[in-house]
């Protein structure tokens, strides 16, 4: 356990769904993250929340749309996915400030998209 | 972020020890070595970070060339449980966003 928890570990929806992941970190960090990582590639840095703000975004297209309420919560708001969508999406926290800022990751959450 | 370089994947066996490298030429002088690793179907583990120094820890060792352009992970006494991708990762440390870049990293598998 690395204090990291995701709901639900996996998730199968429809092209015409709206769902949500949830990522909820018991460290006291004050930064998070969302990861994709597709089927035999890299993972992929999606956004990263520093004091609730969100201080990155790679390009990820609208049809993800992040929100983080608190320091310890993060949401992945997904609507109208595309099958290519289908991948882990990994969820990391970490203490930004310090001499020890390694990011802690989440199991993840399957998701295929029919 | 400097680019790091691994073999996509190697052997070793269980019990013995397992040093897994990492070429990072262009690494500049603020960036540190990161090491993770990540079991089939689990979230990244973080295993150990340096700068310049060696380090080690509970899990591994990390040992960074005098010239940082390359650096060794070692298992000291792998087992089967070890068995998974090993990602090596340069970056800088800011003050915030300090996001990975991860590679294809070095598939390890420990047989007994």
């Known amino acids: 356990e690395t204090g990291v928890t995701q709901t639900p570990r996996h998730l199968v929806m429809g092209m015409t769904n709206k769902k949500s992941l949830k990522c909820e970190q018991h460290?006291?960090?004050?930064?998070m993250y969302w990861y994709k990582q597709s089927a035999k590639k890299p993972l992929e840095l999606m956004f990263v929340?520093?004091?609730?703000?969100?201080?990155e975004n790679n390009s990820v297209p609208s049809r993800f749309s992040p929100e983080c309420p608190n320091s310890s919560h993060l949401f992945l708001h997904l609507h109208t996915l595309q099958p290519e969508d289908s991948a882990l999406y990994l969820c990391?926290?970490?203490?930004?400030?310090?001499?020890?800022?390694?990011?802690?990751f989440g199991p993840g959450t399957r998701l295929t998209v029919l | 972020d400097a680019k790091t370089t691994q073999p996509p994947s190697m052997d070793c066996a269980e019990g013995r020890a397992a040093n897994l490298p990492c070429n990072h030429s262009?690494?500049?002088?603020?960036?540190?070595v990161y090491w993770y690793r990540q079991i089939h179907s689990q979230g990244p583990q973080y295993i150990i970070h340096?700068?310049?120094n060696n380090e080690t820890n509970e899990m591994a060792s990390l040992i960074i060339t005098e010239d940082r352009k390359s650096s060794t992970l070692i298992l000291p006494h792998a087992t089967l449980r070890d068995t998974a991708v090993y990602y090596c990762?340069?970056?800088?440390?800011?003050?915030?966003?300090?996001?990975?870049?991860f590679g294809g990293g070095t598939r390890v598998l420990v047989k007994p």
């Open positions: 990391a926290s970490s203490q930004e400030g310090t001499l020890l800022d390694t990011q802690y």
């Open positions: 460290l006291g960090h004050n930064a």
């Open positions: 929340y520093s004091l609730e703000e969100r201080v």
């Open positions: 262009t690494i500049s002088g603020n960036e540190y």
């Open positions: 340096g700068l310049k």
């Open positions: 990762i340069v970056r800088p440390r800011k003050a915030a966003g300090n996001k990975l870049t």
